[in-house]
C-alpha cells in the first residue's frame, strides 16, 4: 500500500460531528470528502465509484437517530447494515482499506467488566442491531482489510452534544436531573478521529477496535465534571435514575468497553475521559458555536 502520508483518502458522512473532526486529523493529505447529499452509500453503484481510487475509506456515515430507528428499522438498517457491507464490497474489490464506526449498543448493557473486542453481540434495540449487521457484513466482505472501530457517548465541537446541553441547561435553571445509572466512557471526537489515523498509519492488524476514551462515568458524573469545568457549581446536578426518562428505545446500563485491541496493536488506547473534557473546555469547543455556552 502507499505510505500513510500519500495514501489517498475517502470519508463518508464528512458532514457530521466525527467526520468533520476526521476532516482535521486528516489535514494535509489527499482527502475526498462526502456528505449524505453527495454520495447515497445504500447505492451500490455509486459506492463503487466512489471507492475507485481511494487506498483508504473512513465510514462515518450513520443513521444516528436511535428512538427513530425503533419505529423505522428498515431505514436504519439501509444506512448501519446494508450500505457498510456494501463499502467492505467496494474495499476488497479495490484493495483498499476500509474504517467503520461503530456502537457500544451492540451490547446488551449487562456486563460488570469492559466489554472485550470479541464479546457475543446482544443489542437491546433496532439501532444496535442495525450497527452489528454492518460490522459483520463488513468484516465478512473484506475481512483483511476491515477495521471496525466501536465508540460511544460522543461529544465535540461540530454538532450537538451532552457537554453543550448540560451547559444550556445551566444557563437557564438553578438545579437540573441526570441519570446516574448508565455508565459510559464520554469520548471527544478529535480524540477519536486522531486515534483512527493512528489505526491506520500504524498498519494495524483488521479487526474490532473499541474507540473509546479510558476510565468510566455516569452521564451524572459527566454532567458535573463539565459544569466544575466550566466554572459552575457541580452540585447543581441532581442525579436521577433511567425511569425518569424513558425513551422509545432502550439503553444499555453498562457501556464500557475494553481495549486490549489497541495494546495488541502496539499502540496506546486514547487518554481518560477527564483529560480530554478539560482540553476542550479550555479550548472552546463546548461552547455555543452561536456565541453563547
Known amino acids: 500500500m502507499t505510505t500513510p502520508q500519500h495514501a489517498k483518502y475517502l470519508v463518508t458522512g464528512a458532514r457530521g460531528m466525527l467526520g468533520s473532526d476526521l476532516v482535521e486529523a486528516l489535514f494535509g493529505r489527499d482527502v475526498t470528502l462526502l456528505g449524505r447529499s453527495e454520495l447515497d452509500v445504500t447505492d451500490r453503484d455509486a459506492v463503487f465509484a466512489a471507492?475507485?481510487?481511494?487506498?483508504?475509506?473512513?465510514?462515518a456515515a450513520a443513521w444516528t437517530a436511535v428512538?427513530?430507528?425503533e419505529t423505522d428499522e428498515e431505514a436504519a438498517l439501509a444506512?448501519?447494515?446494508?450500505?457498510?457491507?456494501?463499502?467492505?464490497e467496494a474495499t476488497a474489490a479495490s484493495g483498499a482499506k476500509l474504517v467503520t464506526v461503530s456502537t457500544d449498543y451492540v451490547f446488551a448493557g449487562d456486563a460488570v467488566a469492559p466489554y472485550a473486542e470479541d464479546a457475543p453481540y446482544a443489542p437491546l434495540n433496532a439501532y444496535g442491531r442495525t450497527k452489528a449487521v454492518g460490522e459483520r457484513a463488513a468484516l465478512a466482505a473484506n475481512p483483511r482489510g476491515t477495521y471496525v472501530v466501536r465508540t460511544a457517548?460522543?461529544?465535540?465541537?461540530h454538532g450537538a452534544n451532552f457537554p453543550r446541553t448540560m451547559l444550556g441547561l445551566a444557563a437557564t435553571r438553578d438545579t437540573f436531573s441526570v441519570v446516574a445509572d448508565q455508565v459510559g466512557q464520554p469520548t471527544w471526537t478529535l480524540d477519536l478521529?486522531?486515534?483512527?489515523?493512528?489505526?491506520?498509519?500504524?498498519?494495524?492488524?483488521?479487526?474490532?477496535y473499541h474507540g473509546t476514551a479510558s476510565g468510566q462515568a455516569s452521564w451524572f458524573e459527566f454532567a458535573q465534571e463539565t459544569l466544575r469545568l466550566a466554572g459552575l457549581?457541580?452540585?447543581?446536578?441532581?442525579?436521577?435514575?433511567s425511569s425518569s426518562f424513558v425513551r422509545p428505545a432502550p439503553r444499555p446500563a453498562y457501556s464500557v468497553l475494553g481495549h486490549d485491541a489497541w495494546r495488541r496493536a502496539g499502540l496506546e488506547p486514547m487518554r481518560d475521559w477527564r483529560e480530554a473534557l478539560a482540553e476542550a473546555s479550555a479550548t472552546g469547543v463546548l461552547a455555543d458555536p452561536a456565541g453563547g455556552r
Open 193 to 208: 478521529a486522531h486515534r483512527i489515523v493512528a489505526l491506520v498509519d500504524a498498519d494495524a492488524p483488521a479487526g474490532v
Open 233 to 241: 457549581d457541580p452540585e447543581r446536578v441532581l442525579a436521577t435514575d
Open 153 to 157: 457517548w460522543l461529544y465535540g465541537r
Open 51 to 59: 471507492v475507485e481510487g481511494h487506498d483508504v475509506v473512513v465510514n
Open 67 to 69: 428512538d427513530a430507528a
Open 79 to 88: 444506512v448501519n447494515g446494508t450500505a457498510v457491507g456494501l463499502l467492505g
